[in-house]
């Protein structure tokens, strides 16, 4: 894994969106298309809005997706990572298209259905996301992280830690405002991805990073998984990167 180690979080972001374009830019010379999942999180602020100053990109040969929503919760919530992302993104450049994740469907099943049928007719090339306080990827909890998911959309029950860290990051103002339920993409989704940038700041997310860079791979710490994934940037900053021996890590 390519860790690269900066003194902020804003140095950070604005690194690893250009990363992403310069990968984007290479993909785009050789695909007509060019799929991307996004994740929703504050964590990932800094590196979107330094995306969006790339307006060169040929941005209509991008289809755009997000990796999970919650349950119930209503579309125009800010808290609603579809909306996260249209303000921070989606509206912001012109994608060929742009796929949400319905939380509020009549039939959930369906839903991960339709979505999963999306999935497979645009197999993501990159994947922009994160890493939780309790070190899952996407909503994949360790309670329900499977490395060898059979579904590539499931519903999932949130676990407290993960809960809490909605509270944490200032997006809820108590645990009970949080949603219980979310749609999620699963682990072989983005492990199928061509490349990955993992963009993970903060104090908060030490422990994780520690846990990820240093335990065992198994499904308890999901993020250990991307430890096997050949083509992963993992972008840090001075707080998030604090556990970790940092000898050979550069940005």
Known sequence: MDIRIYENRQLMGEDAAQEIAK?????????????????????QNEMLEA????????????????MDEYIGLDSNKPQ????????????????????????NAQNLEDECTRYTDLIIEHPPHIICMGIGENGHIAFNDPPVANFNDPKRVKVVQLDEPCRRQQVNDGCFDAIEQVPTHALTLTIPV??????????????????????????????????????????????????????????????
């Open 51 to 66: 995306l969006c100053l790339y307006e060169d990109i040929d941005w209509n040969h991008v289809n755009a997706f997000h």
């Open 23 to 43: 990968k984007l830019e290479e993909l785009l010379a050789v695909h007509d298309d060019v799929n991307v999942i996004f994740a929703a999180a504050p964590s």
């Open 190 to 251: 983005m492990l199928a991805a061509s490349y990955i940038y993992c963009v993970v700041p903060g104090a908060a997310k030490a422990k994780a990073v520690h846990d990820t860079m240093q335990r065992e791979i198994v499904e308890m710490y999901p993020a250990t998984i991307l430890r096997k994934h050949a083509n992963t940037m993992l972008f840090l900053d001075k707080q998030s990167s604090s556990l970790l021996n940092k000898t050979g890590s550069r940005g």
């Open 80 to 103: 609603c990572f579809g909306k996260f992302l249209k303000d921070r993104l989606f509206s912001r450049l012109p994608f060929k298209s742009v796929h949400y994740l319905n939380g």
